[in-house]
């Protein structure tokens, strides 16, 4: 049994067998020179191409696909295969170096490829990702290339890859795709967006698995901590089978508790909420007992979209959000840019030393106020159409909460001056991720309406841990009594003065320490979907009381070995 560790990039389980995707090696690009009397024959050629590819998404489009992140990446798409730019280039080509049409496609893609994937950015580079996709597809449909295609899948397959295109994760069939594995890609790429819209488990980045791994190799794929195991041996196998069984039947047995709140044995309730931005995927949310989202990732708008930074297209947006939720609060956090998640338009800058340290979040938005000020206008005028609150992220004291705060009510009066309406409600909260703000948390309650407490980046900046080093990750201890003493005090700090304290980092939906957030007092989690179901049974199934001790004891702790031996013992006598 081989283990192979990636990045968690769409939660879920699959067992299977894998079905290795090698690229489909481009033949050789034909290459030779054309006569004046050829260019108009050669670019038909590529202008029916681009036609019927063109035609072909306006169709899918039409057919309107799962979500919106599939519409958009489609969209993406249209506007990249009828780039003028890309076509002039091409033009400029055949008419001026009397190239053919294959080689001059060839030549301007790697061109923009070469040019893309010098940048540092991370952004950048899947960028030209989807150049090399598009360039790919004009040249298989001019040489008649028959593709491998994602839709001739007849049977369940772990699919195990370099690298997977938009392309080609949007034309999966997620009754036989269980789950995609892949040695390059990122938590951000367009296809881990399209693989968490189809709920298809997803570990990329694992650098070798393509070498490592043959079609018809058992795989176990465990994308919610990035784990693949290559022919498991038998104790492995069984483990994870009954993981999976036990989540099918629990899956099954747990609607029973959709109509239920997460209310405790001794009537404590808790308030429970999903991290989403796809309107399509929160009507599914709700219908499993989700209370609304307490985290809308307002970034992933832009990194998938090009042109979203207009207020009319997240005005949109956000609105098709709040009418999903049909009356549920929904939570926009404003632009949480830079770090690991540069948005290629807006930064131009991209050579920061410490990205994480650095120009990013609620520091970005302040510095940009244009940018920041067409955000709050949108989610402002967006308000009318639902229960919407906002929250500021990566905020690490009063002063930038007091900006925020200044520019939310000049975005209210330019509102005002052009009679656009807006909620006069709209409740006004910040995420607790530095430790400085949960250290400073009685302060900053007295301007915040709720906290939220966002565990992924408190734990990399407590622990001193970059959250994508897989190097480290040993040490990203969400137990560790540093954090939760973090918590601790950001929860007194909010109910000191009457207000909610919420959790909106992956913490929330880890079902092992669910007791100890339930006594640690938070008043509200918002998870992946995923989590919900389970979540909901283990507190439902829980005594406050006791879950308060157990989060006494584990306070009084001195290590996250202990706390975690704590839990395995409260889990073994529950
Ligand atoms: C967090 O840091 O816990 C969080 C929820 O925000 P993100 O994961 O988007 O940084
Ligand atoms: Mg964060």
Not at 221 to 239: A, C, R, Y
Not at 286 to 301: D, H, M
Not at 533 to 546: A, G, L, Q, T
Request: overall charge neutral; glycine content about 6%; aromatic content about 6%.
């Amino acid at each position: 049994m081989k283990e192979l560790r990636g990045i968690p990039s769409s939660n879920g389980l699959a067992i299977g067998k894998a079905l290795l995707h090698l690229d489909d090696a481009l033949m050789e690009i034909p290459r030779y020179s054309i006569t004046q009397k050829q260019i108009n024959k050669e670019w038909q050629r590529f202008s029916d191409i681009v036609a019927g590819i063109t035609g072909k998404i306006e169709k899918k489009l039409k057919e309107n696909p799962a979500s919106k992140e599939q519409r958009d990446i489609l969209g993406a798409r249209l506007l990249m295969f009828n780039d003028i730019e890309f076509h002039e280039n091409v033009k400029k080509r055949l008419e001026d170096q009397r190239q053919n049409i294959e080689s001059a496609v060839w030549d301007v893609s790697q061109e923009l490829v070469r040019k893309l994937s010098a940048l540092t950015n991370e952004s950048f580079r899947e960028r030209a990702a989807d150049v090399s996709d598009i360039a790919r597809e004009l040249l298989n449909t001019l040489l008649s290339i028959q593709q491998f295609s994602f839709d001739s899948v007849n049977e369940p397959v772990i699919i195990v890859a370099h690298d997977l295109l938009p392309s080609q994760a949007l034309a999966m069939d997620k009754n036989f795709i269980k789950a995609i594995v892949t040695d390059a890609g990122s938590g951000i790429s367009h296809t881990a967006i399209i693989a968490r819209s189809l709920w298809i488990p997803a570990v990329m980045g694992t650098s070798s698995a393509s070498k490592q791994i043959k079609t018809g190799d058992i795989l176990i794929v465990d994308g919610g901590s990035g784990i693949v195991f290559i022919d498991p041996d038998k104790e492995t196998l069984s483990h994870y089978q009954k993981m999976l069984k036990e989540n099918k039947a629990r899956l099954k047995a747990d609607k029973s508790l959709d109509g239920h709140s997460a209310t405790t044995t001794d009537g404590r309730r808790f308030t429970l909420k999903v991290n989403m931005e796809s309107a399509q995927e929160l009507k599914k949310a709700i219908a499993q007992g989700a209370e609304g989202i307490g985290l809308y990732r307002s970034e992933f708008l832009f990194l998938t979209e090009g042109k979203t930074e207009t207020e009319e297209n997240q005005y949109k947006a956000y609105s098709e959000i709040l009418k999903a939720a049909k009356g549920l609060p929904v939570t926009i956090r404003t632009l949480d840019s830079g770090g690991d998640k540069i948005i290629p338009y807006l930064f131009q800058n991209d050579d920061e030393k410490n990205p994480l340290l650095g120009w990013r979040s609620i520091r970005f938005s302040l510095s940009m106020p244009d940018i920041f000020m067409t955000q709050l206008r949108a989610i402002l005028r967006a308000s009318v159409h639902g229960k919407v609150q906002i929250m500021f992220p990566l905020i690490s004291g009063m002063e930038e909460l007091e900006q925020a705060l200044i520019l939310l009510e000049q975005a209210k009066s330019e509102c005002s001056a052009k009679n656009q309406k807006y909620s006069n409600n709209i409740p006004v909260g910040i995420m607790i991720e530095v430790p400085s703000a949960a250290l400073v948390a009685d302060k900053l309650i007295k301007k915040s309406d709720f906290f939220s407490i966002g565990t992924n980046d408190l734990i990399q900046y407590t622990l001193g841990v970059d959250r994508s080093n897989e190097k480290v990750s040993y040490l990203a201890q969400p137990e560790h009594p540093a954090i939760l003493h973090l918590i601790k005090k950001t929860i007194d700090a909010a109910h000191k003065k009457g207000k909610p304290a919420a959790m909106c980092g992956e913490m929330a939906g880890n079902t092992e320490l669910i007791p100890l957030l339930v006594g640690l007092g938070l008043d509200e989690l918002s998870m992946n979907v995923y989590a919900l179901h389970e979540v909901k049974r283990i507190i439902c199934e829980s005594s406050f009381k006791e879950c308060q001790e157990l989060a006494q004891k584990a306070l009084r702790c001195s290590s996250a070995k202990e706390v975690a031996s704590l839990l395995k013992r409260n889990k073994l006598t529950s």
